[in-house]
């Protein structure tokens, strides 16, 4: 009797062991996309930015004017904020932005990177 519940109660430690391994490595898995994905909006702020910069002065040479370039970079923001306000509420605007984003951080499959 005393073997079957030392077996069991190693049983029990094993599995244990085991879940808290895969809990682990999925919460780790799961971090290391979102540090990715952290880098690659920083990455992407920093391109948009400098840019952003280039075209402001590329506008300003071909208008002869400065604040002309940097205005009319402006107005191609405002569209686009203007274009994203309006469809801030759009569902498949939403169900694309969540499947995409739910596609990359929380990849459990049974797949070993």
């Not at 049983?11 to 996309?33: C, G, Y």
């Not at 040479?61 to 759009?90: H, K």
């Given at each position: 009797?005393m073997?079957?519940?030392?077996?069991?109660k190693?049983?029990?430690?094993?599995?244990?062991?085991?879940?808290?391994?895969?809990i682990?490595?999925?919460?780790?898995?799961?971090?290391a996309?979102?540090?990715?994905?952290?880098?690659?909006?920083?990455?992407?702020?920093?391109i948009?930015?400098?840019?952003?910069?280039?075209?402001?002065?590329?506008?300003?040479?071909?208008?002869?004017?400065?604040?002309?370039?940097f205005?009319?970079?402006?107005?191609?923001?405002?569209?686009?904020?203007i274009?994203?306000?309006l469809?801030r509420?759009?569902?498949?605007?939403?169900?694309?932005?969540?499947?995409?984003?739910?596609?990359y951080?929380?990849l459990f499959?049974n797949?070993?990177?």
């Amino acid at each position: 009797m005393m073997e079957i519940i030392s077996t069991l109660k190693k049983l029990i430690e094993v599995r244990f062991n085991i879940i808290k391994s895969e809990i682990t490595d999925q919460i780790s898995s799961m971090a290391a996309r979102v540090g990715v994905l952290v880098m690659m909006v920083l990455s992407a702020s920093f391109i948009l930015l400098f840019g952003s910069i280039s075209l402001a002065f590329y506008f300003s040479e071909i208008y002869g004017s400065s604040s002309v370039g940097f205005l009319l970079l402006t107005g191609i923001y405002l569209a686009l904020f203007i274009v994203l306000y309006l469809l801030r509420n759009a569902s498949f605007f939403q169900k694309l932005l969540k499947n995409s984003l739910s596609k990359y951080v929380f990849l459990f499959d049974n797949k070993k990177d």
